[in-house]
């Protein structure tokens, strides 16, 4: 088939022997790639119930059949295991530079399997796999690690893959980082790479996929870019990123703050798009074959942090120091990313569990000492956490274990056990659905929910036919993942240019039903995986918190009983077994 190699790679990190695999071009056709396949490889090869950081879990990175040709959004590569912090399923998907070479080394997917026996890196130069000491990284943060090994490779133009202190220490939401600040940040893949004892992957490459139609694909690559430029949201993520998104939500009493007791802040001014682009010095940058750019390389001005050059922060990130913190300074926030960043740990997850600490000691469950706005203070348990030090170690852990541990399971907001980002289901309905069924815990990513709502497409108090067009979201986006393609592209990229890049790339055919055939299969088949490990039909479900605590001035929770049947609905509509209710 077209598009693809054909085939993948398995590695066997404790001896270092591979083995080359070659996948029928039946399941490409049933699941394209990217997600998809990393969803079939895991349920496959996966030991059933195991152990996230024992060395049978798998590790795949791969690209999707998009990835490698000139693709506008075509810029990502993902990584499927089971997640140490949900122990479920875990996807993960980073943009920048570094998804080329990893599209090129000629393997569609590559599978590490085992433990090396001392700390090493490895390096993937097409076909061949080299295990080096890295006795010498360990310790050294993200970005040290990152720029050690872009110097030692620099001639090769080589993807670096780092985990930081937090990887090492196996803090259960520690991320990959690349190309500084660019991250697989969620679900703590990063702790699944530090459990093999691997500090960095490295990967050069140059060998091409073929393309089923050429012509095809250049043409779609010029009609995209003309509607794409004209299109008003590239402006707006041009301008301001995803900051501007803190005005949107801090309007309608849906940015978190306060630990999730508030939908808003006072300070929302000092911390959103325009202070951010004042108080920094911002340069829009774009990842490759991208031209939206919405990234944000950011230097702060002055004060105590002045010099401190970063990638960010980003809306999730602004939200859980600035809203679920109460931090009121964006030069601040700032701060506290670079320090998660450097760690090599997932700021949502991370400032959800300072914010989950404050209110531990306030109701002396902890005698460490912290409090909303505390900057230096949760600097100081950040720095705990990645070290995994005093009671940095339980809250290494994530908010749901921390919170089993404390007693505190009646203020922990987590699905699945993983913690929600930055947009409130009490006024913003649809989002706590996706947050509900998410096949890897709470998550705004899987169908961007948050999209239609704000902009006032669909009603974001009700259910009427909520879930249905959450369907449509969630379909469409699956491809996306399958291709693999990125979010921001999603109000120019629909089933017909969806089309022309299969058509173009694979050479197959397919509409509308047939795509959204596919995301089924892959949801089906996901489903099964999270099944087997565990889950059941009640992990699909918010915090109580979410229909007894009302937020905003007009006090809006979720209705219990409305909110099952939305649940309901989209079983049915998705094909999932209705349980029995009590």
């Not at 890295?134 to 310790?139: D, E, I, P, Q, T």
């Not at 969620?186 to 996929?209: E, H, M, N, Y």
């Not at 949201?233 to 998104?245: A, F, I, M, N, P």
């Not at 592209?489 to 197959?508: A, N, P, Q």
């Given at each position: 088939?077209?598009?693809?190699f054909?085939k993948i790679?398995?590695?066997?990190?404790?001896?270092?022997?591979?083995?080359?695999?070659?996948?029928?071009?039946?399941?490409?056709?049933?699941f394209?790639?990217?997600?998809?396949?990393?969803?079939?490889?895991?349920?496959?090869?996966?030991p059933?119930?195991?152990?996230?950081l024992?060395?049978?879990?798998?590790f795949?990175?791969?690209?999707?059949?998009?990835?490698?040709?000139?693709?506008?959004?075509?810029n990502r590569y993902?990584?499927?295991?089971?997640?140490?912090?949900t122990?479920i399923?875990?996807?993960?998907y980073?943009?920048?530079?570094a998804?080329?070479?990893?599209?090129?080394?000629?393997?569609?997917?590559?599978?590490l399997?085992?433990?090396?026996?001392?700390?090493?890196?490895?390096?993937?130069r097409n076909?061949?796999?080299?295990?080096?000491d890295?006795?010498?990284?360990?310790?050294k943060?993200?970005f040290?690690?990152?720029d050690?090994?872009?110097?030692?490779?620099?001639?090769?133009k080589?993807?670096?893959l780092?985990?930081g202190?937090a990887?090492?220490n196996?803090?259960?939401?520690?991320?990959?980082?690349?190309?500084h600040?660019?991250?697989?940040g969620?679900?703590?893949?990063?702790?699944?790479?530090?459990?093999?004892?691997?500090?960095?992957?490295?990967?050069?490459?140059?060998?091409?996929?073929e393309?089923a139609?050429?012509?095809?694909?250049t043409?779609?690559r010029?009609?995209?870019?003309?509607?794409?430029?004209?299109?008003p949201?590239?402006?707006?993520?041009?301008?301001?990123?995803?900051?501007?998104?803190v005005?949107?939500t801090t309007?309608?009493?849906?940015?978190?703050?306060?630990?999730w007791?508030?939908?808003?802040v006072?300070?929302?001014?000092?911390i959103?798009?325009?202070?951010?682009?004042?108080?920094?010095?911002?340069?829009?940058?774009s990842?490759?074959?991208c031209?939206?750019?919405?990234?944000r390389?950011?230097?702060?001005?002055?004060?105590?942090?002045?010099?401190l050059?970063?990638?960010?922060p980003?809306?999730?990130?602004?939200?859980?120091?600035?809203g679920l913190?109460?931090?009121?300074?964006?030069?601040?926030i700032?701060?506290?990313?670079?320090?998660?960043d450097?760690?090599g740990f997932?700021?949502?997850?991370?400032?959800n569990?300072?914010?989950?600490?404050?209110?531990?000691?306030?109701?002396?469950k902890?005698?460490?000492?912290?409090?909303?706005g505390?900057v230096?203070?949760?600097?100081e348990?950040?720095?705990?956490i990645?070290?995994r030090?005093?009671?940095?170690d339980l809250?290494?852990e994530?908010?749901?274990?921390?919170s089993?541990?404390l007693?505190?399971?009646?203020?922990?907001?987590h699905?699945?056990?993983?913690?929600?980002?930055g947009y409130?289901p009490?006024?913003?309905?649809?989002?706590?659905?996706?947050?509900?069924?998410?096949?890897r815990?709470?998550?705004?990513?899987r169908a961007?929910?948050?999209?239609?709502?704000?902009?006032?497409l669909?009603?974001?108090?009700?259910?009427?036919?909520k879930?249905e067009?959450?369907?449509?979201?969630?379909?469409?986006?699956?491809?996306?993942d399958?291709?693999?393609?990125c979010?921001f592209?999603?109000?120019?990229?629909?089933?017909?240019?969806?089309?022309?890049?299969?058509?173009?790339?694979?050479?197959?055919d397919?509409d509308?039903k047939?795509?959204?055939?596919?995301?089924?299969?892959?949801?089906l088949t996901?489903?099964?995986?999270?099944?087997?490990?565990?889950?059941?039909?009640?992990?699909?479900?918010?915090?109580?918190?979410?229909?007894?605590?009302?937020?905003?001035?007009?006090?809006?929770?979720?209705d219990?009983?409305?909110f099952?049947?939305l649940?309901?609905?989209?079983?049915?509509?998705?094909?999932?077994e209705?349980?029995?209710?009590?």
């Open positions: 088939m077209k598009g693809v054909g790679l398995n590695v066997n990190v404790k001896d270092g022997s591979t083995l080359e695999e070659k996948i029928p071009d039946d399941v490409y056709r049933d394209l790639g990217g997600k998809g396949l990393g969803a079939y490889l895991l349920l496959k090869k996966n059933a119930n195991v152990d996230p024992a060395p049978e879990n798998k795949i990175i791969d690209t999707g059949p998009a990835c490698g040709f000139t693709i506008w959004g075509a993902g990584v499927f295991t089971k997640s140490p912090l122990r399923f875990s996807e993960s980073s943009g920048g530079k998804f080329l070479p990893i599209s090129r080394i000629g393997y569609d997917a590559i599978i399997d085992g433990a090396c026996d001392t700390w090493s890196y490895l390096e993937f076909g061949t796999v080299t295990a080096h890295a006795s010498f990284l360990l310790g943060d993200s040290e690690t990152e050690i090994l872009e110097e030692k490779y620099k001639e090769e080589a993807a670096v780092t985990i202190p990887g090492e196996l803090v259960k939401y520690a991320y990959v980082n690349n190309d600040g660019r991250s697989l969620r679900t703590g893949v990063g702790a699944v790479l530090g459990s093999k004892k691997i500090k960095a992957l490295v990967f050069i490459g140059t060998r091409q996929k393309a139609d050429d012509d095809l694909l043409a779609y010029r009609e995209l870019l003309k509607v794409g430029k004209e299109h949201g590239t402006e707006k993520y041009h301008t301001l990123g995803t900051s501007q998104v005005d949107f309007k309608i009493d849906a940015f978190p703050a306060r630990y007791q508030d939908g808003t006072s300070h929302k001014d000092k959103n798009g325009p202070a951010m682009h004042e108080e920094l010095e911002v340069k829009p940058v990842c490759f074959f031209f939206i750019a919405c990234g390389e950011s230097t702060v001005k002055d004060g105590r942090h002045k010099g050059h970063m990638d960010g980003e809306y999730e990130t602004i939200d859980v120091f600035g913190n109460m931090i009121d300074d964006i030069k601040e700032a701060y506290l990313n670079d320090i998660c450097r760690l997932d700021t949502v997850t991370a400032g569990t300072t914010a989950f600490a404050i209110e531990a000691y306030k109701r002396r902890i005698d460490f000492e912290i409090d909303y505390d230096d203070r949760i600097a348990l950040l720095q705990l990645g070290r030090e005093g009671v940095g809250f290494a994530g908010v749901r274990t921390a089993e541990v007693g505190l399971e009646d203020i922990a907001v699905v699945k056990g993983l913690e929600p980002p409130d009490r006024n913003l309905q649809g989002m706590g659905l996706g947050y509900a069924v998410s096949d815990g709470a998550c705004h990513l961007t929910f948050y999209k239609p709502e704000l902009a006032g669909i009603d974001r108090l009700k259910s009427d036919g879930a067009m959450f369907l449509e979201y969630e379909d469409r986006l699956t491809i996306y399958t291709l693999i393609l979010r592209f999603r109000d120019i990229i629909y089933y017909d240019e969806l089309h022309k890049i299969v058509k173009g790339t694979m050479g197959l397919l509308e047939a795509f959204r055939a596919i995301s089924r299969r892959i949801a996901i489903r099964e995986f999270n099944l087997r490990e565990g889950m059941t039909p009640d992990d699909d479900w918010l915090p109580e918190r979410f229909f007894t605590e009302p937020i905003g001035a007009e006090g809006h929770v979720l219990r009983d409305e099952r049947e649940v309901d609905e989209y079983y049915r509509l998705r094909g999932y209705l349980p029995e209710r009590v």
